[in-house]
């Protein structure tokens, strides 16, 4: 597992990330690279941003992984990138430009603009990536950096590459006073071979979590999503999605006491109900309608909301139950 560094920073810095401890007991080689200097004397890598380096990062890297393969007895189906920032935009460019990695891990950095315009990329590929919203460094989705996506454009971009449908959302349980809170986005659908995670961190700033201090681990939640582990966390199912929007889904009467129709101009796929705290209340499967009915009788009054599945993305709507 090839590690990067952020802007700035060195292989040692990654090194206290936490991949030897996993290293010891999970037959796993962390490498640790660590990058030239760029024109305002920073340690980066050329990834294809403004801040770049003027040397050939991708050759780099493709000589270290020819050398480990040479020295040592490496699984090829499993050759993977994780990184912070700068590193994070790195691991998103080995993904579109060298093929023998089949996953990457990416922490606080999102594509850049020239990725996402020309990726050569043709093989499945598996994605996660982590982010806070109120990170100044790395923008979440406003006031773009040159040369650089936000996240929601980087993730639309991962998930139309692997073909993924819509996703739901996962809160995972808030036992640390961190101001952070943390949702969990699986995609679902995808091409086979291919996978789409995405870690929301709620106001969370430009971080690597890690406990004590936060609920989560990215080092742990990087690897286990690399070797399809299950993370081990607590969560709960949460309705609001703003990945998957599809507007043609119209919901009415809304208020409403007995009924609420749902209809689509693509075929509704599912129902999700959750009340106003994301617990999950009642799941519908559907397979060729593109008019449902669901009954809220039984429900108490107040605030609740209902997620819609269809063959061309999702929506979530605010119920009111009078």
């Known amino acids: 597992m090839f590690v990067f560094h952020g802007l700035g920073g060195s292989a040692s810095d990654m090194i206290t990330a936490g991949f030897n401890q996993i290293a ?4 796993m080689i962390p490498v640790y690279m660590e990058g030239k200097l760029n024109s305002f004397g920073q340690t980066g890598w050329n990834n294809g941003t403004l ?31 994780t990184g912070f920032s700068m590193g994070s935009i790195m691991s998103h460019h080995i993904a579109c430009h060298n093929e023998e990695f089949s996953a990457i891990a990416a922490i606080a950095g999102p594509l850049s603009t020239d990725d996402i315009a020309n990726n050569p990329r043709t093989t499945p590929l598996r994605v996660m990536h982590m982010h806070g ?49 943390v949702d969990w986005f699986v995609f679902n659908g995808c091409n086979p071979g291919t996978e789409l995670e995405f870690w929301r961190l709620n106001n969370a700033a430009h971080i690597w ?3 004590p201090v936060n609920d989560i681990f990215a080092t742990t939640i990087a690897w286990h999503f690399l070797m399809q582990y299950d993370h081990g966390y607590q ?10 929007v599809n507007n043609n889904i119209t ?15 693509d075929l509704i796929q599912k129902t999700l109900l959750f009340a106003s705290n994301g617990t999950l209340i009642q799941e519908n499967n559907y397979s ?21 599945s269809t063959n061309n993305g999702g929506k979530t709507i605010k119920i009111v139950k009078e």
């Open 251 to 265: 919901f009415f009467p809304n208020p409403a006491n007995d009924f609420i129709t749902v209809k689509s101009d």
């Open 235 to 244: 969560y709960g199912q949460l309705a609001l999605n703003e990945f998957d």
């Open 133 to 181: 919203t109120a990170d100044p460094t790395v923008p979440y989705d406003s006031n773009a950096l040159p040369s650089l996506s936000l996240v929601p454009e980087t993730i639309q971009y991962w998930k139309n590459y692997n073909s993924c449908s819509d996703s739901i959302g996962y809160a995972i349980e808030n036992t640390v006073s961190d101001g952070i809170s």
């Open 209 to 211: 979590p890690y406990p």
């Open 24 to 27: 010891d007991t999970a037959n």
């Open 288 to 308: 060729s309608s593109n008019s449902v009915t669901e009954n809220i009788s039984n429900l108490e009054s107040g605030i609740y909301y209902m997620y819609v």
């Open 51 to 81: 801040l770049s380096p003027n040397v050939d990062d991708l050759a780099f890297v493709a000589q270290v992984l020819d050398s480990m393969q040479a020295n040592f007895n490496i699984d090829t189906t499993r050759i993977f990138s």
